[in-house]
């Protein structure tokens, strides 16, 4: 009798920490980019985030849902590319309209007519119907953004379709799926060596994308998850870590002067 109760409390256990894991995965990609958001409601301000950070996780996402079609995986990395590319429209959304606010301010303020020519300022349109390469991602519109991404969605979905029976096509989707996410955090890099600082960059953010990457590459592991996917996770982990050691390597040799001016706040004052 007492095996019989140890069994069905092991098993209840179990079942309790599988169900905390699979909501860790799918809610836990999500968790970082929160102070990010409250960041940039408050401060008004995108420039220390890169949206080439969301572009990455959408192209990521949108391949890594095409190639379950092709080789199951786990339902809790389904559910969280879901709702990743959920978050990420969110993220597009707010940037773009605090960008173009900015232009829009930065225009008047240097706008030195009359009040009734002050109305005529218009910020310049830049569309993704254009297909003008030198505004790529750096459209005007959250619209432009949603057909960039429905286009991609639909062009990827039809070739799986025609190449579906192809291992060599799914296995190179998957890895180019989890590939491309483990490239994440390569804008924010970047982004943070052409302005010589992490000034407006959440450091919360990062720090959550080490500990989440970590988390992730070990759930990878235990779930014998496909080899595309552990492999990218410590990729992923190494770029995080790259980011943190910008963090400190700027903080102790500043590259440009400190600015004063309230629109370029850290967001890692929070």
């Given at each position: 009798?007492?095996?019989?109760?140890?069994?069905?409390?092991m098993y209840a256990?179990?079942?309790?920490?599988?169900w905390?894991a699979?909501?860790?995965?799918i809610?836990?990609g999500?968790v970082?980019?929160?102070?990010?958001?409250?960041?940039?409601r408050?401060?008004q301000?995108?420039?220390?985030?890169s949206?080439y950070?969301c572009?990455v996780?959408l192209?990521?996402?949108?391949l890594?849902?095409l190639?379950?079609?092709?080789?199951f995986?786990?339902?809790?990395?389904?559910w969280?590319?879901?709702?990743?590319i959920?978050?990420m429209l969110?993220?597009?959304?707010?940037c773009?309209s605090v960008r173009?606010a900015?232009e829009l301010?930065?225009?008047?303020?240097?706008?030195t007519?009359?009040?009734?020519?002050?109305?005529e300022?218009k910020?310049?349109?830049?569309?993704?119907?254009?297909?003008?390469w030198?505004y790529?991602w750096?459209?005007?519109?959250?619209?432009d953004?949603l057909?960039?991404?429905l286009a991609?969605?639909?062009?990827?979905a039809?070739?799986t379709?025609?190449?579906?029976?192809s291992?060599?096509?799914?296995e190179?989707?998957?890895f180019l799926a989890?590939?491309t996410e483990a490239m994440?955090?390569?804008?924010?890099?970047?982004c943070?060596?052409?302005n010589k600082s992490t000034e407006g960059?959440?450091?919360?953010m990062?720090?959550?994308?080490?500990s989440?990457?970590?988390f992730k590459?070990?759930y990878?592991?235990l779930?014998?998850a496909?080899?595309?996917?552990?492999?990218c996770?410590l990729?992923?982990?190494?770029?995080?870590l790259?980011?943190?050691?910008q963090v400190?390597?700027?903080?102790?040799y500043?590259?440009?002067?400190?600015s004063h001016?309230t629109h370029?706040t850290?967001a890692k004052?929070?």
């Open positions: 009798m007492d095996e019989v109760i140890m069994d069905q409390i256990a179990h079942q309790a920490v599988s905390i699979s909501l860790a995965i809610f836990g999500v970082p980019y929160i102070p990010q958001y409250r960041d940039i408050r401060t301000n995108a420039e220390g985030f949206t950070v572009l996780l192209v990521a996402n949108i890594r849902i190639f379950r079609f092709g080789h995986f786990e339902t809790p990395l389904l969280q590319s879901v709702i990743m959920i978050t969110i993220m597009l959304n707010l773009t173009m900015t301010n930065t225009k008047r303020r240097s706008f007519a009359t009040d009734s020519k002050d109305e300022i910020v310049p349109k830049r569309l993704f119907l254009d297909f003008d030198n790529f750096s459209w005007s519109g959250f619209v953004y057909q960039c991404v991609f969605t639909v062009m990827a039809y070739v379709y025609l190449l579906l029976d291992v060599l096509f799914v190179s989707l998957g989890v590939f994440l955090g390569t804008p924010q890099l970047y943070n060596y052409q960059m959440s450091i919360k990062v720090l959550m994308w080490t989440g990457d970590t590459t070990g990878f592991l779930t014998q496909p080899v595309q996917f552990w492999i996770g990729l992923q982990v190494c770029v995080d790259a980011i943190l050691f400190y390597y700027f903080s102790r500043p590259q440009k002067p400190v001016t370029t850290s004052a929070l």
